[in-house]
Nanobody
Framework: QVQLVESGGGLVQAGGSLRLSCAASRSTLDINSISWYRQAPGKQREMVATITIVGSTNYADSVKGRFTISRDNAKNTVYLQMNSLKPEDTAVYYC?????????????WGQGTQVTVSS
């Protein structure tokens, strides 16, 4: 079972940028897709972005054009570059193995990384 650890969150002003990292405990070459998710207070967790082993990507409508997911298989890491951040992007961000539609395939979630965007 691969372990995923999120990092890179922080406090940023609206319009700013952050890059999140999702580091895997082993090679991810046998993992078809990895997704980023977020959960804001009082809301359900939602898929933000998904990347497949061949580099195909899928994004939630709310982040299209602002967020970019990428994958460095040599470093066993998936990144989420977040630009033009908005206060509504404030949430705890998690990564998980997923299917091509971004549905999480594991019930095990890490601690996530907090992103706070001030207005």
């Amino acid at each position: 079972q691969v372990q995923l650890v999120e990092s890179g969150g922080g406090l940023v002003q609206a319009g700013g940028s952050l890059r999140l990292s999702c580091a895997a405990s082993r090679s991810t070459l046998d993992i078809n897709s990895i997704s980023w998710y977020r959960q804001a207070p009082g809301k359900q967790r939602e898929m933000v972005a998904t990347i497949t082993i061949v580099g195909s990507t899928n994004y939630a409508d709310s982040v299209k054009g602002r967020f970019t997911i990428s994958r460095d298989n040599a470093k066993n890491t998936v990144y989420l570059q977040m630009n033009s951040l908005k206060p509504e992007d404030t949430a705890v961000y998690y990564c998980n193995i997923a299917n091509i539609k971004g549905i999480a395939l594991s019930d095990s979630w890490g601690q996530g990384t907090q992103v706070t965007v001030s207005s």
